[in-house]
């Protein structure tokens, strides 16, 4: 088959589908890539065929307005700007999605792309696969990734509602948007206010979750065409090596901590660094700190602190002794993975969902929000994951359940049988 793939968003919602398309193509399917500009480069590494979605995300979320908002975690606030920002953006992505989907036999879509990928498949009259990278389907089983997780258990009738009301919520943002596209560039009816996740062209074809379910098992009410594959890793490149003196740091001392919050940037990044550096020094760590869009740095680091770039996680994570981060899926997957105890400092969106659900499991001390992150809360956490035995052998037994987990492959079949149906 002819597939095409689109994914819009940070590098976490770009990598695990780079990794289902090579999966994919290495099972003799012709696969193209549709993302924004600056994930080319990444994409063409792997060999796979780039098709350019106008935009960049990363200048979005290092504006300034957007720095504040995340460091504030006002989850509303978050999604009206980044609806705002869709609406300059939507024509653009239905015009260059339109393109690039022309002659495909099937989409694959990830929730960064669905409004989009729902109004192309049904302009070329093309099936639609859905995908998420976090529960998605309401159901009964826990509430939505969305709301504040500190809330009660209210039941399942509550769980049910809040997921139901949180889709409707986040369409309501980008309803204009894509409606415009949809007539301007598509020749369609504008979107309806209601079922914006539906589609005719999804009707009988599987919904498919790239996470674990030893991280996350099937609700027992999501219906059969809704499949938890396992997660999508992305491994590094061939012709990676590590820098040398990141080989020297390590080498020098026992398995550094790793601190990084990925795409999620900050108003005031060196006054970051800095409490990073006290919480380190109280526990006496050695750490690697990943500067990220945040921009996290400082000019005189103590020796026991060294500064990376862009280091492949599968790599990296099984030479520390425990990873901090923002909490998006696709780190929480690669610390869960390496076996490494996780420290989540959610900002927004699902990240609150994913700390918890790694304090739930025992792999990990309770998240600290961004919003209420001080010295002495990380140092506490850090001493916590480093030293709690019993916490670092469940995150063992984890990562061990997961290496044996091929989501890729599974993924990969239920895409076959499309095409044998």
Partial sequence: MRIAIITLGSRGDVQPYIALAL????????????????????????????????????????GVEMRELLEKGNLLAITNLMAKETRRAAVQWAEDGLVACQGMDLLITSLGGIFICVALAEKLDIPLVQTHLAPFTPTKTFPSALIPQSLPNLGGAFNLLSQQITQQITWLGFQPAFSLARQKVLGLPPATFSRPFH??????????????????????DWDADNHVTGYWFLDSADNWTPPSNLMDFLEAGPPPVYIGFGSMSSRKP???????????EKTNQRA???????????????????????????????????VVHHGGAGTIAAGLRAGMPSIVIPFFGDQPFWGKRVHDLGVGPAPIPRSKLTVDRLAQAIQEAVTNKAMRQRAADLGAKIQTEDGIANAVELIQNIERS
Avoid at 200 to 218: A, C, N, R
Avoid at 298 to 308: K, T, W, Y
Wanted: aromatic share 10%; glycine share 8%; net charge negative.
């Fill in 23 to 62: 999966g994919l193509q290495k099972a003799g399917h012709t696969l193209r890539l549709v993302t924004q500009e600056n994930y080319e480069p990444l994409v063409v590494s792997y060999g796979l065929d780039f098709w350019c979605m106008r935009g960049n995300v990363q200048d979005v979320l290092e």
């Fill in 199 to 220: 589609s005719d062209h999804s009707k009988g074809l599987p919904t498919m979750y790239g996470f674990s379910p030893s991280v996350i098992h099937k609700p027992l």
């Fill in 270 to 280: 060196e006054e970051t660094t800095e409490l990073v550096v006290k919480a380190l």
């Fill in 288 to 322: 690697l700190l990943f500067s990220g869009w945040g921009g996290l740095h400082r000019e005189d680091l103590p020796d026991s602190v060294f500064m990376i770039d862009s280091v492949p996680h599968a790599w990296l994570f099984p030479h520390v002794a425990a």
